[in-house]
């Protein structure tokens, strides 16, 4: 399996993991590692406590692991022990590796991975967590990743900044203060991991600044916001019927039901020896109890097939489709995923010889933590052990099926079963949930699908929709820019400091040349054409284009003849501020003759057109406010003149041309499409027929 970044022994993982990373800000004053280790300690106690009360609170059963953090110093003798690789995903992606340097190195923290299995819920519920300790604590700055690297942004993908892709936001992705921080990246070096240290410190040092949009921000919440509830509902309670041993040990310890569950709907042939014997839980005693699965367990265990063996002495009740028989198969199953975990416990002691072990001794070797002493000498002995408990201690992190068959064991040895009182349980039993949510339609996984996954819709369920909105985003889809990729939005992510130093120097380098020319250059307008800019570097065999970017170049150095301001300096025009006043006074009267001269005309082009067949195919915007009188007064030559809506005849123009394409490709439909919204089916049975009315402002 491939290293990830900052792994603890990694050869015990699993592709179904979250791993998560707290960094508290230390006292500085105290660089000792033992110091180091007690605040790290301390944090870790007030973390794990957060995460005790919201998940009892809420009945939490993990599927696989559960929550867990561990102290890291990170320490030279840690990072021996701890197999760390600095190996980012770029690198592994090109089989490069490379030892950790000083700058690579993480800085104390406390670390976690939990598997969640089949149940995605367990990686949402662990930000959820994660986002809860920050809130509380927020000196914390928190780094959640997987299996597929920064998963919040894939969960926010439609909001990211242009610059934000998968190699260029590793590394950058934060929690801190309930809110997720992205640390920005420069375009101009986007190959540049920055190290976790550096990124840590910057967010330590302003928690506001790299907050993400509110937009991006939503999605994390919206996809946690289930959590916020004290009622679980992802919960089944059912009644089942189970052997007295069985049933003691869900009773003393109810998360006992997801591991027993997955090794039975992951059972082998051996497993099913296990099962043919009934060891532990022998099947002549058993007793109707309450069991409480999570609803991804109880559907894994309700859709794995199996037929009981009746000469073990299993026995259903009723027919396959009363509640008894699916009682008693249930209970059938749960008991044989207890046995099945029984049969497989393993002491953690007795990992000390298997092949896992012996490989994390050679690749210990291989870094020279033994300090070249002698195999069997006094040192070499004291450095084995304690890397003997670093690694039992990490391996009894994650909820294996040998260790927690050890754990049922010890439990069912040490704990005595009360038949009686299980006894006078079963006339008091909380009737089972209905299991009428397993069943889904195509129908219904379909309009489920579409609604978390499908396109954007313009339209409500009753094809109203508002033209202002619709218009605008028309207006931003024409503004975004195709590329290889799809299509772009301009944005100004790409002003970074960097460019910014850029700009600078090259207008300061500008207004040394036009002082002496005596004449400026439009630098506001190339200051606009670098936040917006237009492609003139790629070659193209079109003459239209070549045509186009010579206007666009001779716009950008069109130079503006010596003005008549005064200047005895040949510093610059805007050197004296009563010069610049006066400058701006005449630039606002000159913008006003504009405006006026502007006005007029359109005044005038309203008034031809007021009455001709054009102009009264447009919609105009019924409105009874003073600016319409004023407007009124100022056409009084003209009979109930009511000025145009631009939003609503837009709409209905495009309206109009898709009614017209029947369904099919076309200019409207195409481009809806590549804007990625869709049409409802009540907006297009409204204008499935010619007899309908037109649009209106009350209707769109």
């Known amino acids: 399996m491939d290293k990830i970044f900052g792994a603890n022994l990694e050869f015990v993982r699993e592709d179904d993991y979250v791993e998560y990373f707290i960094f508290p800000k230390l006292d500085l004053d105290k660089n000792e590692d033992n110091a180091v280790r007690k605040q790290l300690e301390e944090t870790r106690t007030k973390c794990m406590s957060i995460v005790e009360k919201l998940t009892k609170e809420r009945d939490y059963i993990w599927h696989k692991d559960e929550f867990e953090l561990r102290v890291r110093t990170c320490s030279p003798q840690e990072l021996l022990l701890n197999d760390e690789s600095t190996t980012t995903t770029k690198e592994k992606a090109a089989n490069i590796t ?22 995605i819920a367990d990686e949402w519920f662990i930000v959820y967590l994660l986002s809860k300790i920050s809130q509380e604590l927020p000196t914390l700055v928190v780094r959640v990743i997987d299996s597929d690297g920064e998963f919040l942004l894939i969960e926010a993908a439609d909001f990211l900044p242009k610059w934000a892709n998968p190699d260029t936001c590793e590394q950058r992705v934060y929690i801190c203060e309930g809110f997720v921080n992205l640390v920005q990246n420069s375009p101009t070096n986007t190959s540049k991991i920055m190290p976790i240290s550096e990124a840590v410190e910057r967010i330590h040092n302003n928690p506001t600044l790299y907050k993400v949009s509110k937009e991006i921000q939503n999605c994390i919440t919206g996809r946690i916001k289930e959590f916020d509830s004290t009622k679980n509902d992802a919960l089944h309670h059912q009644i089942v019927r189970l052997p007295l041993g069985v049933a003691m040990l869900l009773k003393t310890n109810p998360s006992f039901i997801s591991a027993a569950v997955r090794s039975f709907c992951e059972r082998d042939p051996i ?17 109707r109890t309450n069991v409480c699965f999570t609803k991804c367990l109880y559907a894994m265990i309700m859709h794995s097939n199996y037929v009981p063996d009746r000469n073990i002495g299993w026995n259903l009740s009723g027919n396959p489709n009363s509640e008894e028989y699916k009682e008693d198969l249930l209970g059938i199953k749960v008991a044989c995923g207890f046995e099945i975990l029984a049969s497989q416990a393993k002491d953690a002691n007795s990992e000390d010889k298997s092949p ?39 391996q009894s992190r994650f909820r294996t099926a040998p260790l927690v068959g050890k754990e049922i064991l010890d439990l069912l040895r040490s704990t005595e ?29 379909d309009a489920m699908l579409l609604d978390r996954y499908g396109p954007k819709k313009l339209y409500k369920s009753n094809g109203d929709i508002n033209a202002e909105e619709f218009t605008k985003n028309i207006s931003e889809f024409l503004e975004k820019e195709s590329a290889l990729e799809g299509v772009e939005r301009d944005s100004d992510d790409y002003s970074t400091g960097e460019e910014e130093k850029h700009a600078e120097e090259q207008r300061k380098k500008n207004d040394a040349t036009s002082s002496k020319t005596k004449v400026k250059k439009n630098h506001s307008m190339r200051q606009a054409m670098r936040k917006n800019p237009v492609n003139l570097n790629k070659s193209n065999n079109s003459e239209h284009e070549d045509s186009f970017t010579t206007q666009v170049k001779s716009f950008l150095d069109f130079v503006i003849p010596e003005d008549k301001w005064d200047s005895n300096s040949e510093m610059s025009d805007y050197e004296d501020e009563e010069d610049m006043e006066r400058n701006f006074a005449a630039m606002h009267e000159v913008d006003k003759q504009i405006d006026a001269d502007i006005k007029a005309y359109m005044d005038q082009m309203d008034r031809e057109l007021a009455n001709t067949t054009i102009g009264k195919s447009f919609d105009k915007t019924k409105t009874h406010s003073k600016a319409k009188l ?38 409207v439909s195409n481009l809806l499409n590549a804007m990625g919204v869709g049409m409802s089916a009540a907006a297009a049975e409204a204008m499935a027929g010619d007899d309908k009315d037109d649009l209106k402002e009350s209707s769109v």
């Open 98 to 119: 490379r030892k950790p340097s000083d700058q690579d190195r993480l800085p104390p923290h406390l670390h976690g991975v939990t598997h969640y299995g089949d149940n």
């Open 271 to 287: 497993d099913l020896k296990a099962c043919r014997s009934m060891r532990y839980f022998p099947p002549e005693q058993r007793v």
């Open 356 to 394: 896992a072990w012996k490989a994390y001794v050679r690749s210990l070797q291989a870094k020279g933590y033994f300090r070249d002493n002698i195999e069997g000498s006094v040192e070499y002995q004291r450095l084995l052990e304690q890397a003997k408990n670093y690694y039992k201690d990490n």
């Open 417 to 445: 079963v009360n038949i009686e009182e299980l006894r006078d349980e079963e006339n008091n039993l909380r009737p089972s949930d209905s299991d009428d949510w397993l069943n889904i339609s195509a129908e219904q996984l």
């Open 630 to 667: 004023a407007t009124a007064e100022e056409f009084d030559d003209i009979e109930d003149f009511e000025p145009i809506n631009i939003n609503v005849n837009t709409l209905k123009n495009m309206m109009d041309s898709y009614k017209s394409q029947v369904g099919g490709s076309g200019p």
